[in-house]
Nanobody
Framework: QVQLVESGGGLVQPGGSLRLSCVAS????????MAWYRQAPGKQRELVAL???????NYSDGVKGRFTISRDNAKNTVYLQMNSLKPEDTAVYYC?????????WGQGTQVTVSS
């Protein structure tokens, strides 16, 4: 059974930082492209960042320079370090694992940026 379990969300003030984690089980983690998506109320789910099995990263324009995605294959975990957070970063953040025709989602973790 495949599981992606996110953690690390919460309430933070503008300019603050959070680190999200996603632990995967039931997949051969090291071959998957891992990604973080987010969905704000009333908006479509959007890609935030991804990291390939070989460590290549890609970011959406809105988070470049502020967010960093990384992975630890020994721990089956992908991280999203979020710095200089803005109110517009408020959303539910989802972890995604993708490999050929296999695609899996976590349950999401809420990030709220507010003073």
């Amino acid at each position: 059974q495949v599981q992606l379990v996110e953690s690390g969300g919460g309430l933070v003030q503008p300019g603050g930082s959070l680190r999200l984690s996603c632990v995967a089980s039931g997949i051969m983690f090291n071959i998957y492209t891992m990604a973080w998506y987010r969905q704000a109320p009333g908006k479509q789910r959007e890609l935030v960042a991804l990291i390939t099995s070989s460590g290549i990263t890609n970011y959406s324009d809105g988070v470049k320079g502020r967010f960093t995605i990384s992975r630890d294959n020994a721990k089956n975990t992908v991280y999203l370090q979020m710095n200089s957070l803005k109110p517009e970063d408020t959303a539910v953040y989802y972890c995604n694992a993708d490999w050929t025709l296999r695609n899996y989602w976590g349950q999401g973790t809420q990030v709220t940026v507010s003073s």
